[in-house]
């Protein structure tokens, strides 16, 4: 199971993190993704992380500015978002999949927490 939080209202410029809690099994076997959806707009994938070595993807629109990273003692992902912009207004959704290195492709991710809103206006 997964469980993401930590949305809400921010200006923009401004920063919030996201988390990801996994419940049921450990983060070594498994990628664990984040995208977003804007209403009206196809899913994006955003970020993920590779349980097994750390390794990370960013979409274009996201690098230098989001920053994911794990913590396995507390089975959690976390997603730093920096400078955000209102075009990052979305729901955003994080999921998990077995597979050997993180994609940002929403076919390798089977498990999929319900959503967290970020909104980023003034």
């Known amino acids: 199971q997964l469980q993401a939080f930590g949305g809400g209202l921010v200006q923009p410029g401004g920063s919030l993190r996201l988390s990801c809690a996994v419940r049921?099994?450990?983060?070594?076997?498994?990628?664990i993704g984040w995208f977003r959806q804007a209403p009206g707009k196809e899913r994006e994938a955003v970020s993920c992380?590779?349980?097994?070595?750390?390794?990370?993807q960013y979409a274009e629109s996201v690098k230098g500015r989001f920053t994911i990273s794990s913590d396995t003692t507390e089975k959690t992902v976390h997603l730093q978002m920096n400078s955000l912009k209102p075009e990052d207004t979305a729901v955003y959704y994080c999921?998990?999949?077995?597979?050997?290195?993180?994609?940002?492709?929403?076919?390798?991710?089977?498990?999929w927490g319900q959503g967290t809103l970020v909104t980023v206006s003034s």
């Open positions: 992380i590779t349980g097994s070595d750390g390794s990370v």
């Open positions: 999921a998990s999949g077995l597979y050997i290195r993180c994609v940002l492709q929403g076919w390798v991710y089977d498990s």
């Open positions: 049921g099994y450990t983060l070594d076997y498994y990628v």
